[in-house]
Structure formats: C-alpha cells, structure tokens
C-alpha cells in the first residue's frame, strides 16, 4: 500500500472511531510506519487512537507523539488519581485484594506488584487508563512463578488457539517454547493487531510467563 493512500485510511478509521475526537490528530506514513502527533483529552483517548491506527490494514508500526492536554480546571491531583486508581483496581473481578501497588507522578501512573495471570495485569491497566488526570501508565506488575507446563503441550494449546481464531492466518506464525515459560512468536500477520490476537493465545496458556513477539507485518 502506497504511504498517501495508507495515511488516509488511518484518517479515516480515526474519524470513523467514536471514542477519538480527530481534530487535533495528525497523521503521517513513511514506509508503512504511521505516526500520530497533535493532542487529546485524555489518555484513554490517545490509547483508542493508538488502537485505531494498528488495525488499519498497511500499518507496519505505529509511533505514537499525541500528547494528553487536560483543561487548566480539569486537571486532577496526583493523590486523587492515586485513591482512584486503587478504588478502581478493587472493584476488578479476579484481582487479588493487595496485589497491585500504584504511584502516581505528575499524572504519570506506574503499576506494580505481583499477579498469577496476564489478563489480571491488563485488568489493572485497562481500569486506571481511563480515570481522568491520567497521563501516562507503565504496567510493571509481574507474573509470579508458576509450575511450567510441559513444552510441547504449551506449544500445541497455543497453536490450537491460533487455529480457532477466524482473523488470524494462523499458518504463518511459529511458536517456540523456550526455558522458564517463555514463549517466542515468529512469522508474518497482515495487520499490526494480528500481532496482538497472537500474542494473547499465547498469554492464555497456563505456565506462560514472557512472550516474545518477533512477528513482522506483510
């Protein structure tokens, strides 16, 4: 796909998103790398944008330069963000009570702690991202030690979990168990959220404890 006509589709599946004002987003192209400048309201809608851009088809990479604008009188302190941000990790099912620590820096929030699944690190994260005043999250929470399955039967649920998938080509992609739980993924997808459907087949499976994601966009 040619960069113009790439760049307008991501154009247009900005405007198209409804949790993303596209006014004040800037879209470039350079070899199917896109990159979005300008600003928003809010991180949740500078996270929306990111997600908007990666599943055009075309998109190689996605670098994101949107800055979070919140309004003079919206703005929220850090002690607030941080009550809320803990208020709202509880109300999550499957987190376990205690487990996730949270410090906040001029809006700038970093998740700690240590959880048994992935899924209960991107619950934690998915909550805190949308409170108001938020600028930023780093998700350093961990995956604490588990009983690792054996090899072949990690990789055979995961390729399972490929094939059931219907907007994945699941042909494409090799999975490689290495030592401790880790989990390598190489191949080709056709679009950048592809990458992310593979990605979480692989955190699915009991005894995964890193993914790495070496898959290319073709």
């Known amino acids: 796909m040619e960069d113009k006509t790439l760049r307008a589709a991501v154009m247009d599946e900005l405007a198209f998103e409804p949790s993303v004002n596209a006014a004040h987003i ?16 809010t991180y949740a809608e500078k996270w929306a944008a990111e997600k908007a851009a990666e599943r055009v088809r075309g998109a ?4 994101q330069e949107i800055e979070v604008r919140y ?12 009550e809320r941000a803990l208020r709202v990790i509880g109300w999550q099912c499957g987190l376990p009570e205690g487990a996730i620590k949270v410090k906040i820096e001029s809006g700038f929030v970093t998740l700690s702690g240590t959880v048994d699944w992935h899924f209960q690190r991107q619950s934690a994260e998915s909550a805190v991202r949308k409170l108001a005043g938020v600028t930023g999250v780093v998700n350093a929470i961990a995956l604490r030690p588990a009983a690792i399955a054996h090899a072949p039967d990690v990789e055979s649920r995961i390729r399972s979990a490929l094939h059931r998938h219907a907007d994945l080509e699941a042909n494409g992609i090799d999975v490689t168990v290495q030592g401790g739980g880790t989990v390598r ?3 080709k997808v056709h679009a950048l959220n592809e990458r992310w459907i593979a990605e979480q087949a692989a955190w699915s499976v009991p005894g995964v404890t890193r993914v790495e994601d070496h898959l290319t966009v073709a």
């Open 26 to 41: 800037g879209v470039t192209a350079q070899n199917g790398v896109v990159t979005l400048t300008g600003h928003v309201g």
């Open 185 to 187: 993924l190489d191949g």
């Open 60 to 63: 190689r990479a996605v670098a």
């Open 71 to 82: 309004a003079y009188d919206k703005k929220t302190s850090d002690n607030d963000i941080a």
